[in-house]
């Protein structure tokens, strides 16, 4: 029994642990990067959430935010990257290019929506989605992830 | 009276309190039970130093972070705990974690041997630092001659863990951190040596702790200071901090020799540095500040004031200079440093020759 | 062919033993998704031919599909550090296009805007400049800026950094008397800040020392890869559309052009940040100057601009951040283009790449590279 | 001699980095500008582009949005809405179309809102717009009016 | 003593390893062991000096430049 | 000096400190996810598929680099002696210092002369 | 002397010159000596039953403009011996419209996967039809119409 409460315990743990220190991809695409970047930046201060340390090396990482359009010919890049980045790792879609496809649904090069390529927890619309917009979704992912409703 | 004498004689209490006596533990004439005792005392030592070190190594990056923060007019982790002072705990939560990748083509023995020797050297190198001789229960773990010469040989040992892994990992930016990790290391090794060497010749002994005493007048970061600035610059350089981030640089290759690591492994390294950073400060406030000397408080105090005060110049001067290039670098070391090192060995010499009994 | 010359111009073989490595198209100082693929021999780079199109979003081909104003979010989305500056571009074309009249306030507006994103831009530049070159501050500093001006532009557009502001004939709302209070004390301390800010990079012993001399480009090899912009500028060539071939109203009003003649990174990055000061004595003359009336020509009541036919075919160069912006436009007497063709400074600034890299070393290759401030949503379109 | 023809000696060089280094430090001690989203609510101003919003009542089915999207994302469909019968009067939908949208590919262009003739379309600030699941992303007419945090909750599917 | 053989043996396998693995890297390995070893047994025999000296030259420089020439060998992994 | 206790428990540290980092690592393990993609295990250069040798040739000046290093290192060891006793050396045994030190630096300069410490670049 | 075609005006008063194919090179080796040291860009246009490529050049001494283009049905003569710059352009004119420039050193796709079938900016370009791209274990791109092919 007391086992039992020790396990649950260690397990809720762990998962603080993985939810609370997310620590981003810097991997930017297009547009929406600059406003991740202001999101990083000294005025939205994501590190308040113990985001700060960017990590250029997909081994590192715990977070990939897809933000920007991506292309076909940059999705089998984004597919490999993702595969390269160590569990447990999450992925924000940021913005409507990367959500759907954007304004650029109908074009001839463009992948309509990155969950064809990787599997995405959160999605953020907005073209490109205010800084706040893209903080408050890794408030919200992290808390999801504490509660074990995010798994990976 | 030191940590292991403290240790002792708390085990001793133990098995007094316990009833166990146990010199009478011997086989033909040897104390057997002694040697036990002592093993665990030794055992129980070394973990309570690692402890220290990840103590050491959490607080600095903890301070780090803020203080970057601070510089950069944000707020930093606010989040979990008081001042998000959790937020390491949380990150090494996470790392533990994470999944332990090694890449297929990677030299898999050389791949796991690299860390270990980032970071054992480090904690044998908080087991010599002299953390005082008067107070009641100080920290100065282990005390012999020639003390200074294993300190700075700890310093030193840690490039080859980060080159082993750079050359191991199979990895092309892996393998160009390495070489600048090696370029590094050939540069900044002499002129960082060199200037120890007149930090000896003043001292007149190899002994950390005799070093200590010899500034109990005047700290020797007066008459070497040209030798102080030579061997910050050369920690600053061996220890992968900007200006001379080069092996890791982020902007250059990816991650340099630890690129491929992931998880616990990179913590490690990841850690390592820090810890390194912290023990390097150790050794600069030990050798040219007069260490442990100092009025009214006990001596730990004061040398956790002075290594603190150079941790905060590190961090700041980490946020604050430009990358150099890998030549320009090159030649510092060997245009300006080396000779000038030579220099600082010379006044020293004279010095000691000939300015009496100051020193 | 040309990389072969380049060599052996700067007297380097090509030995049998090379390594091929690619930096991007994720890499932190490629800023986005350029691809270099770099041969090197020890720390020098003896081989680079940057590989684009990872960003190729088809915004030619998607604005020949639909009405003109349509095709406005796909110019937004060129240069998206400078939105403003790419709309400035097309709309200029499209009324050119259509024969449409703008109102003098609408114009002077316009104007202001543009300086004021295009000094947005170059604190992206330099923010990002700074973190290629190992140190992490500027950027803050830097963004922490930014953020003013981005106050200053919501407020008025309504939006952060996609705006979709300039309307064919005129500008979709007017500033405010709030906004126009807000720039006047942005204003006031901006020039303070930002010297602040550059005295980080000029003063820097290390900073100077790497850049200068890196990433040369010469006045002729300039020229003949279609350099615009700042680079132009640098290499020694006064040479500024909003001087030379006056657009909007800027023949009234007082600013120099910043040159330099080395033509490496340092001089990219005085003419640069000389730019940000000129920018905004512009900004403040505009001040002074903006008259009152229509902020849009109500000839044309929204709804018809779906509906407006053209023909022929136009052409007007605007001076954007990264150099001569302009969009090609034909007209078939259909209210859709017919073709749409961008002329992207970042893209002809990029082709010169290898002229500026084979010879340099890796750690050149990083501030060669931020010095040129490619944005790919432009190269790529 | 301009500056760009200068290279500081070695001292003057020590002297920019110890300078540079002391602005920094001298930054530590200024205010932080850090604005703490999401609990603390910005002021977004009056004319800040975000989500649709359409106010039925208002909609007269004319169809110019759905011309002038640029990417498809307002498309009419086929929706019953009694409206008020003054506002019928005055806004007669006679087609019973309106439009619906689809969030997830709107850009917050503002054209739909500046052509449409009795602004029945806004677009207001919604830093809500995240899901955790990617459907239902055409929103009907009747969606389209209510607040994000109101059709979904906390709960974002 | 038998501080003494155990470090003595660790010290003679792994040369003995040193010199006879095919793979340069693990070669190198085993070198650094081994120096670490001897600077170990120096340690036992309290003679900290050579002991600190042996670590500083040997394991600071020689395996530096052992480990850069194994940089310098063109593919030490193929030789299996 | 005899070998005290405290000296073996330095000793021991280093079979120590590597055996808890081993534990460490070990949790670590244990903890880890052990589902892997198709390309987790392939050598990461930037998302892009890793080609060609991975070893990069060295420029020539490492040779010389490597050389001098060591040779400073060795000159350095031979120093301590003599800077452990300065005092009660004396003044005599320094001139001889400076003619050593001499020698090597005169050869580092003659390299720096003929260019071996220069790094090709434009 | 290469004889023109035929002139005219654009709507931003820049002059337009037709100029047979076959002389494009000469045409525009004898502008640039006159003083147009400037290629802007190279683009082309799908007039559906021929294909123009348009020269925009520029002359940095005098600020003039100069619009030249000419009539083909897919092939013409590259200039890169005379501009360095026309070397990418003429490569995404090939990409995206199909025109090809006889004597470039390196006529590739530029910003299309290699192996892209069709040229999208051309007005018959079937939209509908998708590609998609997929890495090889070289590290090149393939391009298939199976969508479990690639993304």
Known sequence: MSDNILVTTLDEALRWGTGKSLWPFTFGLACCALEMMSAMGSDYDWARFGSDVFRDSPRHSDLMIVSGTVTKKMAPRVRRLYDQMAFPKFVISMGACASAGGPYVRGYSVVDGVDQVVPVDVYIYGCPPRPESLIKALKLLQDRIADGKVKH | MNLFFFLMSILYGILKFLHIDFVPFTSHGYPIGLWIAYLIVAVVEVILVFILAMLVVVILIYVFRKYMADVQNRIGPNRLGPWGSLQLIADVFKLIQKQDIIPTAADKTAYRVAPYLVFTPVVIGFMIIPFGNVSLLNLMVINFNYTILFLVATMIISPVGEIIGGLSSHNKYGMLGALRAAAQDMSYEVPMLISLISVIILAGSFNAQDIVIAQRHIPFVVPEFLGFIIFFLAVLGKQVFPPFDLPESASELVSGYSTEYSGMRYGIFYMGGFAGTALASLVIATIYFGGWEGPIFPGTIWLIIKAGVFMLIFLLIQVSVFRVRVDQFLDMGWKYLLPLSIVNLFISVGFALFAGGVF | MIRSHLRKRRGIEMQDKIVEVNFGPQHPSTHGVLRVKVKLDGEVIVDAQPVIGYLHRNAEKLSEMGYYPKAQIYVDRLDYAAALNMELGFVLSAEKLMDIQVPDRALWIRMMMVELNRIASHFIWLGTHGLDMGMLSPFFYCFREREKIFRILDEITGSRLLYNYFAIGGVYSDVTPKSLEMIKTWLSDFDKNLTEIENIFKKSYIYVARTKGTGKLSLDDTISYGVTGPMLRAAGKKWDLRKNKPYLHYDQINFDVPSQQAGDVYARMLVRIEEMHQSARIVAQVLDKLPAGDFYNKKYSKPMLVRIKATGESYIPTESPKGEFGIYLVGDGSAIPYRFRIRSPSFANLSAAPAMLIGYKIADMTATLSSMDPVFGEVDR | MSDADRTPGPLQGIGGIIKGIWTIFLEGFKPKVTRQVPEEKLEYPARTTGRVYLNTETCIGCTLCEQICPNGTIRMVDFHFVKKPETDKKYPNKREIYPSVDVSTCIHCNLCEEICPTGAITLEADVEEIHFVRKNTRYTPEQLGKKEVELWGEERQ | MIIFYILSLAAIVSALLAASSKNLLHSSLWLTFLVFDVAAIFFYLENFFISAIQILVYAGAIITLLLTSVMLSRRYQDAE | MSMTPELAALALAVIIVPIILAILLGTARHFSPKSYGRYTHDSYECGEVSVGDFQSPLPIQYYFFIMAFVVFDVDFVLLLPWAGSVRALGAGIFLDVVLFIAVLLGGLFYASKKGYMRWSSV | ?151
């Open chain 7, 1 to 151: 002397m290469i004889p023109v075609e035929s002139e005219a005006s654009s709507k931003d008063g820049v002059k337009i010159i037709y100029v047979a194919k076959e002389n494009i090179l000469q045409f525009l080796k004898e502008k640039k000596d006159e003083g147009f040291d400037y290629l802007l860009m190279i683009t082309g246009i799908d007039y559906k039953d021929h294909l123009e490529v348009v020269y925009h050049l520029l002359s940095s001494k005098s600020g003039e403009r100069l619009v030249v283009k000419a009539k083909t049905d897919g092939e013409i003569d590259s200039v890169t011996s005379l501009w360095k710059g026309a070397n990418w352009h003429e490569r995404e004119t090939w990409d995206l419209l199909g025109i090809k420039f006889k004597g470039h050193p390196n006529l590739k796709r530029i910003l299309l996967a290699e192996g892209w079938v069709g040229h999208p900016l051309r007005k018959d370009y079937p939209m509908e039809k998708k590609q998609y791209v997929n890495l090889k274990e070289d590290g090149d791109d393939t391009v298939s119409f199976e969508k479990k092919e690639g993304y």
